[in-house]
């Protein structure tokens, strides 16, 4: 089993930053079969969107709506993954979820609970 657990939502002005965080925590083998991370959103009456992700290799993907905006990153010894959110929108606004997959046993999710993002015009 993996927790994911995120934190650093909040409230922001547009053209502001935020800095979420998802720490990671579980059994060792099972944590170091997991293939890929990313962050999810979901905003009021819209359906959940990948937001970025990390392999475990260390490569990078974003949506296009965020490219440029936000950074995705990992640090390995705190077991705790990064969304660097800079120049928000008020489109940026959702509740922000953490995931973690593996490919082992035919595949398998875990998510977070979630943190809130609000952006003010």
């Known amino acids: 089993q993996v927790q994911l657990v995120e934190s650093g939502g909040g409230l922001v002005q547009a053209g502001g930053s935020l800095r979420l965080s998802c720490a990671a925590s579980?059994?060792?083998?099972?944590?170091?079969?997991?293939?890929?991370y990313r962050w999810y959103r979901q905003a009021p009456g819209k359906q959940r969107e990948l937001v970025a992700g990390?392999?475990?290799?260390?490569?990078?993907n974003y949506a296009d709506s965020v490219k440029g905006r936000f950074t995705i990153s990992r640090d390995r010894a705190k077991n705790t993954l990064y969304l660097q959110m800079d120049s928000l929108k008020p489109e940026d606004t959702a509740v922000y979820f953490c995931?973690?997959?593996?490919?082992?046993?035919?595949?398998?999710?875990?998510w977070g609970k979630g943190t809130l993002v609000t952006v003010s015009s």
């Open positions: 995931n973690a997959h593996t490919e082992a046993w035919g595949g398998m999710d875990y």
């Open positions: 579980g059994r060792t083998p099972v944590m170091n079969l997991m293939d890929w």
């Open positions: 990390i392999t475990s290799g260390g490569s990078t």
